[in-house]
């Protein structure tokens, strides 16, 4: 029961979160209802599958959200051909560097590369970029100690922003 | 993709070695790692690299998803689907700081054409430094028309008043993606790049710099072609002295990527050609190696302040991440040296240019020896200079430059010593020649229109300042034709041309241009055009009106309609017709032609804010000879502001433009407005100004105060003028002679007519043989006759002489005006109202409907005319007169005494 209860208390925390992200976007005057729908998606993912304990709750959360912003950027019309893989790199404003900004779909391939190479680094990187979670919350889901993962985090990292710069948006 | 070299095995062997690195002491690290790989140079790299990478500025990981969503990265955009200019926009492709892009669609006759659109942020469409620096991309984007730079193809404002323009949409991958993924053999890399070589030698012959250049902006399509994109921080050379743009220029300085940054660039020093070379060094590097050329362990510039200047070679770097032996034998020798001289920290050992760079690359595939030595350190010997032709004509012509300029100033000199020897430069400096000689020259245009003004027309030219050294740089054509480069020489052969042109040098011009014309036959529609263009305005110049109507069609014929439609040049055409239908004395047509000029000019994109000021300018000068004052002080008014916005205002050619202006204010009779005008020129550093255009201001200055009734010193004035046109051209010169012509009416005016007759007697004859100047020596006998000895028949003289020397056109009909109503205040004044009333009533019949507007001359002529017609003083004719004069000056007083009474 309690395994349960943390899973929804966490589920509650990733939805405030986007809804938060959501209204504040609003407020702001931007039109981005598209964000809630994310989160409903994200809900409706996490529903559909059975929830058997946090461990595998927060793994489908982080998951499904990798999954819904794939999706949406596929959806949104970066197809393979002509679309994405026009580079276009807007850096005259030092506010926003283009290396800052995020290809879903190009980390989407970095990835996939990394699961193949060292699926726990990849795992890593959908827990506490996709899901939110933190070092501690990491390690008693994965059971693996905190400076083991943060290592993890760094290696993934290192490797994720090469290949970034390196797929320089391109999308073949 | 990383590192080609690498299996999988060592790929996960490397990540599990960097993350127990992590817990090695940092000092150690390069050690342990070693004696982990254990000689395996290749996975020692790796781990050496995902060190480096981890220790490496921030990147989108680092930021969490709810900030990536709160930039907006993953919301839908409002804008897809709705329609800008022709365009409908279908996808985002990217977004920046400063806007986003597109991919936009436009349907025609069943045709779809897909493009890229980009916009400016729609939250910041006030933000007017991102509507200049987005202007600025868009200016340089059209004037990049090349089959490897991406195409400008449209630009407008949408409904909501948003700036946009639309490029060629590339279909293809990252030049290094294109490379990676097709294994292409090295010699088809080289081929590659060299294109790149050619895209960049355009910019930098347009005089742009690209300033970000790196694989992600260079795409290849799907015919193999190379496309380069994204002139975001683009940098047009020619703004170089310009501190206008400053605010731009300071703000991008940080917007380069570190990776392909060169020292110059990080260090936040001046950029020239040679920075986007480096560029191409770091490109050619990753192309051959599949890496960026830093030593281990160090990303160098990414965030940090370290800048590293000793690449290794490639060939070194590729058999340390385990190349193939055959791979990095090829590349050890000629590529290693030209990689390596590309990224010399010292700009000026790097290749001159990006075309000498293709050039080694070429020789060095046909297997002849390449031009660059890897002993670039000795370069400053007389052995490799001899070996470097490029070098040292560059030198030679850099040092006859720099002989000229000491001519013109001593911060020239300081500027031009600052250039370096790179042949784009070299042209630069010459567009900076021709900056100061543009001085000089319309010093003395003013000089000779000071003159037109006051005594209709001098035909003679002025005498010629222009240095010897100059006539040798640009005769030698040794010289010139020791550039290879074909496009070079004609940029240069054409700033020359213009550099004459400036210099008032016509004959010098048509020269040029019979050599040149030949040789440009088989060059660009524009080139041909502006080639043309220069022949009308020389030909007009020397009075061959046919040859210079020839010219201007065969200039409309070189053009393209889009080139028509826009820009400098059809501005500057139009300004030929102008100055053409000047010369057959058809004024109307010069003065709508030279509107038309203007106007154009005005919303011209592709032309520095010199250029446009320097063409309305022309047309200011149109008007102003013409007698559209109004118009005059309209168009210089434009100058000025175009001038002040762009932060040229403080050089010379601002102040001949409001010496222009000052004249027209002067001869439409806004006396106070004139007078403030001169004098906010005097207030402004005149050290460097010629003594001839001083004195030609001193000499309206002079009669201003005369007419503004100071009479002494108006009189101390016209000496001044007198004293340094003669002492500068000499006492028996034209010019001293018509300077002192010029002061006979601003010494009667002053009240001193005996005065003024002395001066004509000094004068004497030597004007006689001067016809124009003849007879406005005549007409001052006359009316000087009249002052000293008034009867009838030296009052007829006058009234005789001056409106039929007016109707002739020997005297224009506003100073024969003003000549008679002057006439008539002075003789009102000595109470000789009989001979007043007659000379206003014949200066009123001479103006007929000619004399119009707000100044003194139309008040007066209204004045006089209720005077005359026994009506009250016109009061709405005495406030325009106030306003122009002022209060107290005695033609408002002697009218306020008579006013009450008549009210």
């Given at each position: 029961m309690t395994e349960l209860a943390d899973a929804a208390q966490l589920f509650e925390r990733l939805y405030d979160e986007l809804r938060r992200i959501a209204h504040r976007q609003l407020d702001a005057g931007g039109a981005t209802l598209q964000t809630t729908g994310l989160v409903h998606e994200a809900y409706l993912k996490l529903a559909q599958s059975q929830v058997v304990d946090e461990q595998h709750l927060l793994n489908l959360a982080s998951r499904a959200m990798r999954q819904v912003l794939v999706d949406t950027a596929r959806a949104r019309g970066r197809d393979k051909r002509g679309g994405g893989l026009q580079v276009v790199t807007l850096t005259e404003g030092a506010q926003a560097l283009p290396e800052m900004s995020l290809d879903v779909l190009a980390l989407e391939q970095s990835l996939q590369r990394l699961e193949q190479a060292d699926p726990r680094l990849a795992q890593v990187v959908e827990l506490h970029f996709f899901g939110g979670l933190s070092f501690p919350e990491m390690s008693r889901v994965m059971n693996v100690t905190e400076r083991t993962l943060f290592r993890d985090w760094r290696a993934a990292r290192a490797l994720i922003h090469d290949d970034l710069s390196r797929f320089d948006g391109a999308n073949a | 993709m990383t590192a080609p070299v690498l299996d999988q095995a060592q790929r996960v062997r490397a990540l599990h070695l960097m993350r127990e690195a992590l817990d090695v002491?940092?000092?150690?690290?390069?050690?342990?790692?070693?004696?982990?790989?254990?000689?395996d140079l290749a996975l020692n790299a790796e781990v050496d690299r995902l060190l480096a990478l981890d220790a490496a500025a921030a990147g989108p990981l680092d930021r969490s998803l709810s900030d990536h969503a709160e930039a907006g990265e993953f919301a839908g955009d409002p804008r897809i689907g709705r329609q800008i200019g022709p365009y409908v926009i279908r996808a985002l492709l990217g977004r920046g700081g400063m806007g986003a892009v597109y991919r936009a669609e436009r349907n025609e006759g069943g045709f779809t054409q897909t493009v890229a659109l980009k916009l400016l942020r729609a939250t910041d469409p006030d933000n007017t430094l991102a509507l200049r620096r987005f202007a600025r991309e868009r200016q340089i984007l059209v004037r990049l028309q090349h089959p490897h730079i991406a195409r400008f193809l449209d630009g407008g404002v949408s409904d909501d008043g948003q700036p946009w323009y639309a490029m060629e949409l590339v279909d293809g991958a990252t030049l290094l993606r294109h490379v990676e993924r097709l294994a292409t053999p090295l010699p088809a890399r080289l081929q590659l790049f060299m294109q790149v070589c050619d895209a960049v030698q355009f910019a930098h012959q347009n005089l742009v710099l690209h300033r970000d250049l790196k694989p992600a902006n260079i795409l290849v399509d799907?015919?193999?072609?190379?496309?380069?994109?994204?002139?975001?921080?683009a940098k047009l050379l020619q703004d170089e002295a310009d501190p206008g743009t400053h605010e731009v220029t300071r703000t991008e300085h940080r917007a380069f990527t570190p990776d392909y940054a060169a020292p110059e660039q990080i260090s936040g020093q001046a950029v020239s050609t040679a920075t986007d070379l480096y560029a191409l060094g770091v490109i050619l590097f990753e192309l051959l190696t599949g890496r960026r050329p830093f030593k281990s362990g160090a990303v160098p510039g990414r965030g940090s302040a370290t800048i590293d200047t000793n690449a290794e070679p490639p060939s070194r770097a590729l058999a340390r991440a385990g190349g193939e032996r055959r791979r990095v034998t090829a590349l050890r020798g000629d590529l290693d040296t030209i990689a390596l001289t590309c990224l010399q920290a010292e700009p000026a050992r790097r290749y001159a240019s990006a075309a000498a760079l293709k050039r080694d690359l070429e020789r060095h595939l046909a297997g002849l020896p390449i031009e660059a030595r890897p002993d670039a350190f000795s370069y400053r010997s007389a052995k490799f200079l001899r070996r470097h032709r490029y070098a040292v004509t560059a030198?030679?012509?850099?040092?006859?430059?720099?002989?000229?300029?000491?001519?013109?100033?001593?911060?020239?000199?300081?500027?031009?010593?600052?250039?370096?020897?790179?042949?784009?430069?070299?042209?630069?400096?010459?567009?900076?020649?021709?900056d100061a000689a543009l001085d000089d020259a319309r010093r003395q245009e003013t000089l000779r229109e000071h003159f037109i003004a006051v005594l209709n027309r001098a035909t003679e030219s002025?005498?010629?300042?222009?240095?010897?050294?100059?006539?040798?740089?640009?005769?030698?054509?040794h010289l010139l034709g020791t550039f290879g480069d074909s496009d070079m020489q004609t940029a240069l052969r054409l700033a020359l041309v213009d550099l004459f042109a400036q210099r008032d040098e016509w004959q010098r011009v048509v020269e040029l241009l019979d050599q040149l014309e030949p040789a440009i036959a088989d060059k660009a529609g524009r080139v041909q055009a502006s080639a043309a263009a220069y022949r009308a305005f020389a030909a007009i110049r020397l009075g061959k009106l046919g040859d210079a109507e020839v010219a201007i069609e065969r200039a409309e014929l070189a053009m393209t309609p889009e080139q028509r439609g826009g820009g400098m040049l059809p501005a500057e055409l139009q300004m030929a017709r102008a100055q053409l239908a000047r010369s057959r004395g058809d004024l109307a047509g010069a003065v709508v032609a030279a509107r038309e000029a203007s106007a154009r000019a005005l919303v011209a994109t592709d032309a520095s804010a010199l250029a446009q000021?320097?063409?309305?300018?022309?047309?200011?000068?149109?008007?102003?000879?013409?007698?559209?004052?109004?118009?005059?002080?309209e168009l210089a008014d434009q100058?000025?502001?175009?001038?002040?916005?762009?932060?040229?205002?403080?050089?010379?050619?601002a102040r001949i433009n409001a010496m222009n202006r000052a004249n027209a204010l002067f001869l439409s009779g806004q006396l106070l407005a004139a007078r403030a005008a001169i004098e906010g020129i005097d207030a402004a550093d005149a050290t460097t100004e010629s003594a001839p255009a001083q004195s030609a201001r001193k000499g309206t200055y002079a009669k201003l105060l005369a007419l503004l009734a100071a009479p002494e010193a108006a009189l101390i004035e016209a000496e001044r003028a007198i004293h340094l046109m003669c002492d500068s051209t000499g006492e028996a010169s034209h010019e001293c002679l018509r300077t002192r012509l010029a002061t006979i009416d601003t010494r009667y005016y002053a009240g001193d007519p005996a005065n003024a007759r002395r001066e004509l007697d000094r004068i004497g004859d030597g004007l006689a043989h001067l016809p124009p100047l003849a007879a406005a020596v005549a007409g001052f006998e006359r009316v000087l006759a009249l002052q000293l000895t008034p009867n009838e028949t030296t009052l007829i003289d006058v009234l005789t002489l001056l409106p039929n020397n007016a109707k002739a056109g020997a005297l224009p009909r506003r100073n024969a005006v003003r000549a008679m109503l002057m006439l008539a205040e002075i003789f009102d004044r000595r109470g000789n109202a009989p001979y007043a009333e007659r000379l206003a009533r014949t200066a009123i019949d001479t103006a007929g409907d000619a004399i119009r507007g707000e100044g003194m001359d139309p008040s007066l002529l209204l004045l006089w005319q209720a005077r005359l017609d026994r009506q009250p003083v016109p009061t709405a004719a005495l406030a325009t007169l106030e306003r122009a004069v002022g209060t107290t000056h005695p033609l408002v007083a002697a009218r306020q005494a008579q006013a009450p009474t008549a009210d």
């Amino acid at each position: 029961m309690t395994e349960l209860a943390d899973a929804a208390q966490l589920f509650e925390r990733l939805y405030d979160e986007l809804r938060r992200i959501a209204h504040r976007q609003l407020d702001a005057g931007g039109a981005t209802l598209q964000t809630t729908g994310l989160v409903h998606e994200a809900y409706l993912k996490l529903a559909q599958s059975q929830v058997v304990d946090e461990q595998h709750l927060l793994n489908l959360a982080s998951r499904a959200m990798r999954q819904v912003l794939v999706d949406t950027a596929r959806a949104r019309g970066r197809d393979k051909r002509g679309g994405g893989l026009q580079v276009v790199t807007l850096t005259e404003g030092a506010q926003a560097l283009p290396e800052m900004s995020l290809d879903v779909l190009a980390l989407e391939q970095s990835l996939q590369r990394l699961e193949q190479a060292d699926p726990r680094l990849a795992q890593v990187v959908e827990l506490h970029f996709f899901g939110g979670l933190s070092f501690p919350e990491m390690s008693r889901v994965m059971n693996v100690t905190e400076r083991t993962l943060f290592r993890d985090w760094r290696a993934a990292r290192a490797l994720i922003h090469d290949d970034l710069s390196r797929f320089d948006g391109a999308n073949a | 993709m990383t590192a080609p070299v690498l299996d999988q095995a060592q790929r996960v062997r490397a990540l599990h070695l960097m993350r127990e690195a992590l817990d090695v002491t940092a000092s150690d690290r390069v050690a342990w790692v070693a004696a982990q790989c254990a000689g395996d140079l290749a996975l020692n790299a790796e781990v050496d690299r995902l060190l480096a990478l981890d220790a490496a500025a921030a990147g989108p990981l680092d930021r969490s998803l709810s900030d990536h969503a709160e930039a907006g990265e993953f919301a839908g955009d409002p804008r897809i689907g709705r329609q800008i200019g022709p365009y409908v926009i279908r996808a985002l492709l990217g977004r920046g700081g400063m806007g986003a892009v597109y991919r936009a669609e436009r349907n025609e006759g069943g045709f779809t054409q897909t493009v890229a659109l980009k916009l400016l942020r729609a939250t910041d469409p006030d933000n007017t430094l991102a509507l200049r620096r987005f202007a600025r991309e868009r200016q340089i984007l059209v004037r990049l028309q090349h089959p490897h730079i991406a195409r400008f193809l449209d630009g407008g404002v949408s409904d909501d008043g948003q700036p946009w323009y639309a490029m060629e949409l590339v279909d293809g991958a990252t030049l290094l993606r294109h490379v990676e993924r097709l294994a292409t053999p090295l010699p088809a890399r080289l081929q590659l790049f060299m294109q790149v070589c050619d895209a960049v030698q355009f910019a930098h012959q347009n005089l742009v710099l690209h300033r970000d250049l790196k694989p992600a902006n260079i795409l290849v399509d799907a015919q193999g072609d190379v496309k380069l994109l994204d002139f975001g921080i683009a940098k047009l050379l020619q703004d170089e002295a310009d501190p206008g743009t400053h605010e731009v220029t300071r703000t991008e300085h940080r917007a380069f990527t570190p990776d392909y940054a060169a020292p110059e660039q990080i260090s936040g020093q001046a950029v020239s050609t040679a920075t986007d070379l480096y560029a191409l060094g770091v490109i050619l590097f990753e192309l051959l190696t599949g890496r960026r050329p830093f030593k281990s362990g160090a990303v160098p510039g990414r965030g940090s302040a370290t800048i590293d200047t000793n690449a290794e070679p490639p060939s070194r770097a590729l058999a340390r991440a385990g190349g193939e032996r055959r791979r990095v034998t090829a590349l050890r020798g000629d590529l290693d040296t030209i990689a390596l001289t590309c990224l010399q920290a010292e700009p000026a050992r790097r290749y001159a240019s990006a075309a000498a760079l293709k050039r080694d690359l070429e020789r060095h595939l046909a297997g002849l020896p390449i031009e660059a030595r890897p002993d670039a350190f000795s370069y400053r010997s007389a052995k490799f200079l001899r070996r470097h032709r490029y070098a040292v004509t560059a030198g030679v012509i850099f040092a006859l430059a720099l002989l000229v300029t000491t001519i013109f100033s001593v911060q020239q000199a300081q500027r031009a010593q600052r250039e370096s020897l790179r042949a784009t430069q070299l042209a630069e400096s010459l567009q900076r020649e021709r900056d100061a000689a543009l001085d000089d020259a319309r010093r003395q245009e003013t000089l000779r229109e000071h003159f037109i003004a006051v005594l209709n027309r001098a035909t003679e030219s002025g005498e010629s300042i222009a240095p010897e050294q100059l006539l040798a740089l640009a005769g030698d054509e040794h010289l010139l034709g020791t550039f290879g480069d074909s496009d070079m020489q004609t940029a240069l052969r054409l700033a020359l041309v213009d550099l004459f042109a400036q210099r008032d040098e016509w004959q010098r011009v048509v020269e040029l241009l019979d050599q040149l014309e030949p040789a440009i036959a088989d060059k660009a529609g524009r080139v041909q055009a502006s080639a043309a263009a220069y022949r009308a305005f020389a030909a007009i110049r020397l009075g061959k009106l046919g040859d210079a109507e020839v010219a201007i069609e065969r200039a409309e014929l070189a053009m393209t309609p889009e080139q028509r439609g826009g820009g400098m040049l059809p501005a500057e055409l139009q300004m030929a017709r102008a100055q053409l239908a000047r010369s057959r004395g058809d004024l109307a047509g010069a003065v709508v032609a030279a509107r038309e000029a203007s106007a154009r000019a005005l919303v011209a994109t592709d032309a520095s804010a010199l250029a446009q000021g320097q063409l309305i300018g022309t047309g200011a000068t149109t008007l102003l000879l013409a007698g559209e004052l109004e118009g005059a002080v309209e168009l210089a008014d434009q100058v000025e502001k175009i001038w002040r916005g762009a932060g040229v205002s403080a050089n010379l050619a601002a102040r001949i433009n409001a010496m222009n202006r000052a004249n027209a204010l002067f001869l439409s009779g806004q006396l106070l407005a004139a007078r403030a005008a001169i004098e906010g020129i005097d207030a402004a550093d005149a050290t460097t100004e010629s003594a001839p255009a001083q004195s030609a201001r001193k000499g309206t200055y002079a009669k201003l105060l005369a007419l503004l009734a100071a009479p002494e010193a108006a009189l101390i004035e016209a000496e001044r003028a007198i004293h340094l046109m003669c002492d500068s051209t000499g006492e028996a010169s034209h010019e001293c002679l018509r300077t002192r012509l010029a002061t006979i009416d601003t010494r009667y005016y002053a009240g001193d007519p005996a005065n003024a007759r002395r001066e004509l007697d000094r004068i004497g004859d030597g004007l006689a043989h001067l016809p124009p100047l003849a007879a406005a020596v005549a007409g001052f006998e006359r009316v000087l006759a009249l002052q000293l000895t008034p009867n009838e028949t030296t009052l007829i003289d006058v009234l005789t002489l001056l409106p039929n020397n007016a109707k002739a056109g020997a005297l224009p009909r506003r100073n024969a005006v003003r000549a008679m109503l002057m006439l008539a205040e002075i003789f009102d004044r000595r109470g000789n109202a009989p001979y007043a009333e007659r000379l206003a009533r014949t200066a009123i019949d001479t103006a007929g409907d000619a004399i119009r507007g707000e100044g003194m001359d139309p008040s007066l002529l209204l004045l006089w005319q209720a005077r005359l017609d026994r009506q009250p003083v016109p009061t709405a004719a005495l406030a325009t007169l106030e306003r122009a004069v002022g209060t107290t000056h005695p033609l408002v007083a002697a009218r306020q005494a008579q006013a009450p009474t008549a009210d």
